[in-house]
């Protein structure tokens, strides 16, 4: 009680994530296409190797950004 429209104590606080979460995901693959590195990496048909450090250097970019936790950063 006592909180708006019936919220919980914790509803879109800094551990409600479905949002920020759905903000960014959505237009990611969008953006993701456009970028000149993963162009070049899918065109060049890097290696696995390659494409988990790329995809990984991407999370930890968009987590530093945004100062997410891990937890978040991997639902995105």
Do not use: H, Q
């Not at 949002?19 to 990611?28: A, C, H, K, V, W």
């Not at 995809?55 to 995105?76: C, K, P, Q, V």
């Amino acid at each position: 009680g006592g909180y708006p429209g019936g919220a919980g104590p914790d509803e879109f606080g800094p551990t409600s994530t479905g949002g920020l979460t759905s903000n960014l995901s959505d237009p990611l693959p969008g953006t993701l296409t456009k970028s000149n590195v993963f162009r070049a990496a899918f065109n060049g048909r890097t290696s696995k190797g390659v494409a988990i450090n790329l995809s990984n250097n991407l999370a930890d970019t968009i987590s530093a950004i945004f100062g997410l936790d891990a937890n978040t950063a991997a639902m995105l």
